[in-house]
């Protein structure tokens, strides 16, 4: 596995009833839920852990989320999100994500998220694992 | 008050888009929230505080919901949410539910649900506040 | 693939950290969300389709919830939904819900809800495909 | 009421247990539940109606959400959710919104979202009602 490997992930996920609404079409909170799945996973896969985001009450939190709605998807659709690591600034990760449709190729979302790392007793950012700077910067070079 | 008014809630609630499916109508899953609005505005009037439940780790817990679903709700409809504690059998607290439609008087959601006070660092239910026993026998007696 | 097999499923699913709450496991109305998830994939494998439900206006719709939380899931675990058609009684089809954590073999939820196929148009339910009534009939043999 | 009153909203919500998520505090997701019905109400204040948009299935649909998550929210606490149209562009209408915490005055959340009024059977984004350019340039004159 590559540095840039190790900071992407693509899931999929079939469109449910609970994920729309009465437009006929996927409902805009519905997405920011399979962008989370994705982004959870490539957490994991970055080599954070649930354990220790609990034992250390640091936990990755939203500070932003940027997402443009540009075609809608349908009740039992199939689709693919794509999600990486694409930049470290400061306290901030920031995260590229795409939803698409598989059967028309088409781009339904584009979103990019910015999250700190943030002890909720305190409230503080904390500084970022030197572990996820040294991947957002090998990956920044290519 | 008397006994019997503490022991009861009645809440309203705006149907939103986010609530319903593309059936068209409210989501079976989304009565529930509206149901655990109800029922925690409940505890609260029972003498329940959210900070006594993350001090002390014991939450309320649902061990068991039973639902009926008669007549459905629309996108906009203002429905009408009942709720009152109605028995104490060992650790459990049984409280029964109504969501009506004002508009057309017609019961849409009759529902049941138990709830138990559980640690839920050990996982252990504990003994129910006797204020919360006597509550429910005062009202049971009538 | 037999009969039985057939009106079977069994899907998998991490917990997320928006399927939990601040009591720190799995919210009980997250695992409704679960037995839907396994509840659409049995039914497109017992033959309906999406696609059908939205041309005729005819929806699979929840009738009735009977639901026993056991024991909590936490987040990042790996969990099992089992569901099986087991019942058609007049226009309603019963169907049986576990949820198991294989780690430690535990059974966390238990579940039965009745679902009728309803014209939301009209409100009024239809009665059950032949196809359905057989495969039930087929299983309930056994 | 002067145009500048009508084209603002605002509402209350005391955030529940499935507002909030493991790490102790309100999950960004439900943020975005809080908006919508701020941005719901609006909408009805400003003359649209859940009937008419269901009969033309031209809805208003979020094409674009920015959102700051800049203090968090517990459980039990009451928010209040400001919003107002701020600007119209072409199809889209951009409101923006905040989230205040009045118990100690804090400003948790600062969003800004475009909507546009779509056909949902065709997809395509409609010209807006004269009637909201009309308030949105009220508005901006002042």
Chains 1, 2, 3, 4 share one sequence.
Not at 124 to 140: F, T
Request: hydrophobic share 40%.
């Amino acid at each position: 596995m590559t540095a840039d490997d190790s900071v992407k992930i693509s899931t999929e996920v079939m469109v449910m009833f609970y994920d729309t609404d009465s437009g006929g079409v996927v409902h805009n909170i519905a997405y920011l839920r399979f962008i989370e799945t994705a982004r959870t996973l490539l957490a994991l896969k970055m080599g954070m852990t649930f354990e220790e985001w609990h034992s250390t009450h640091v936990f990755p939190v939203v500070v932003r989320t940027e997402i443009d709605y540009r075609k809608p998807a349908l009740p039992g659709e199939k689709l693919i999100v794509n999600g990486r690591l694409s930049e470290v600034t400061g306290v901030r990760m920031w995260f590229d994500f795409e939803i698409l449709r598989p059967s028309d190729q088409s781009v339904l979302i584009t979103c990019r998220q910015a999250l700190a790392m943030v002890n909720t007793s305190s409230g503080k950012p904390q500084r970022l694992p030197k572990e996820i700077v040294a991947l957002a910067e090998a990956c920044s070079h290519k």
